[in-house]
């Protein structure tokens, strides 16, 4: 038995990457449904009439929903497997995008981001799930972050697309016409995917309601290894996220003067930055476990940094090549926050392994949701004041990172103690 393989692992191959394409597939249009309003935040504000407050509402409502799904969708994987969650994920957000295109007020289009945030919250962790099931453990941190790396591709067509669509054909054909690609990826799902490898049958468990429900997640949160991975996606994921949701077109449009263009290509940059940096740590990571930590509390420092030379720069503008730096910093968050379930996945056995991605999963979105409501509500408050508005980044930096050093102590041993248990444990199989 090779040393990298465990007893009991997928075999991995082609067959593995085809299955798990069409999972990916679901997440990437997910994520260009999740971001599409990061492009046509100025169209929103002149369709519906609505303020900065107003208008980062939609934003929170959709991860708010994201967010408080992650834990019941983590035990829906778990109990029910990946294609009947993906294909209610894809009829979902499907229905939100449609809905949101078609819609007259800012209420209905509230209630639209709403369901689409709700489909979207179906995807990432069951594409999660699906690589853990397809392929080897040692391949889980690759995988894990080309997972990612689909996700930004979905980002990008937002930022190229999905913005050409809207100032050439208008609000209603660009979203109505986007959400044709829900219904290719739903009967992908629905006639091609598997749940596992033959032969690889998750072991039955004996589900019992709410009890079983309150063990798998009091389980879960028990382990050091999820907490940290959970304050690690926290800490790095969102200054990335609430620039390409929300805030990042505004900031370079009305606080630094670019054209919607400019700014467009700058928000290229950040999704191109991440695709690449997400391939590297993905690669560092596999080689070299120990690298995690560092990893995310330099992405945390390097982001910090630059935020802070960006905003405290004297003249009235940002200089292009100072913005590019910070596009090209905030492309490491998405990658960096992909370390966050590096922690939680060896914490936890396989039948909790969607519950442990769902309550790392939440971290991110979290912070990422404060940020867009504070941002919004001191932009309001200050007369559209970006230098203070943005200042609310460092606030939450400061508390992820406080609990990670609280937690990276008793997550690493843990994390020994549970590989020595497993060696063990591998050393008495009989040949």
């Given at each position: 038995m090779s040393s990298a393989t465990l007893p009991g692992d997928p075999p991995?191959?082609?067959?593995?990457?085809?299955?798990?394409s069409i999972g990916v597939s679901v997440y990437f249009v997910a994520v260009i449904f999740r971001t599409s309003l990061g492009v046509a935040g100025l169209d929103a504000v002149d369709r519906f009439h609505v303020g900065a407050s107003a208008l980062s509402t939609f934003s929170i409502l959709q991860l708010l929903v994201y967010a408080g799904m992650q834990i019941p969708v983590g035990l829906l994987v778990d109990r029910l497997g990946t294609k009947k969650v993906?294909?209610?994920?894809?009829?979902?957000?499907?229905?939100?995008?449609?809905g949101f295109a078609f819609s007259p007020s800012y209420g209905m289009a509230l209630a639209?981001?709403?369901?689409?945030?709700?489909?979207?919250?179906l995807t990432f962790i069951s594409v999660?799930?699906?690589g853990t099931r397809w392929f080897p453990a040692r391949r889980g941190p690759l995988v894990a972050q080309l997972a990612g790396l689909v996700g930004m591709a979905g980002n990008l067509v937002s930022t190229l697309l999905i913005a050409r669509l809207l100032h050439g054909i208008g609000w209603t054909a660009a979203f109505a016409g986007s959400a044709l690609a829900g219904v290719v990826v739903l009967v992908l799902t629905l006639v091609f995917l598997k749940d596992h490898p033959e032969g690889h049958e998750p072991a039955p468990s004996a589900h019992q309601g709410a009890v079983y429900v309150r063990r798998q997640i009091a389980a879960a949160w028990r382990e050091p290894g999820t907490?940290?991975?959970m304050w690690v996606h926290f800490t790095t994921q969102f200054p990335a996220m609430v620039f390409l949701l929300l805030w990042g077109l505004p900031f370079l449009v009305q606080a630094q003067g670019l054209s919607r263009a400019t700014a467009g290509e700058l928000l290229t940059l950040v999704v191109l930055s991440n695709m690449v940096i997400g391939l590297v740590y993905g690669q560092i990571v596999a080689r070299h476990h120990a690298a995690r930590l560092p990893l995310a509390l330099g992405t945390v420092a390097a982001t910090a940094l630059v935020w802070a030379v960006t905003l405290a720069y004297p003249a009235e503008h940002a200089p292009m090549w100072l913005l590019a730096v910070l596009c090209a910093v905030l492309g490491a968050c998405g990658p960096a926050s992909m370390l966050g379930f590096d922690f939680a996945r060896p914490?936890?056995?396989?039948?909790r392994q969607g519950t442990a991605s769902g309550i790392t999963n939440m971290g991110g979105f979290i912070a990422s949701m404060t940020t867009l409501f504070a941002v919004g509500v001191l932009l309001d408050a200050t007369g559209d004041d970006y230098t203070v508005a943005f200042s609310a980044v460092f606030v939450l930096q400061a508390l992820g990172v406080s609990q990670i050093l609280r937690l990276r102590g008793r997550a690493a041993r843990r994390e020994r103690e549970r590989l020595v248990a497993s060696r063990v444990e591998t050393v008495h199989v009989p040949a």
């Open positions: 991995g191959g082609r067959r593995a990457v085809a299955v798990w993906l294909s209610l994920g894809a009829v979902l957000f499907t229905l939100g995008q449609l639209s981001r709403a369901l689409l945030g709700c489909g979207d919250a999660l799930r699906l907490r940290l991975g914490a936890n056995p396989p039948e």
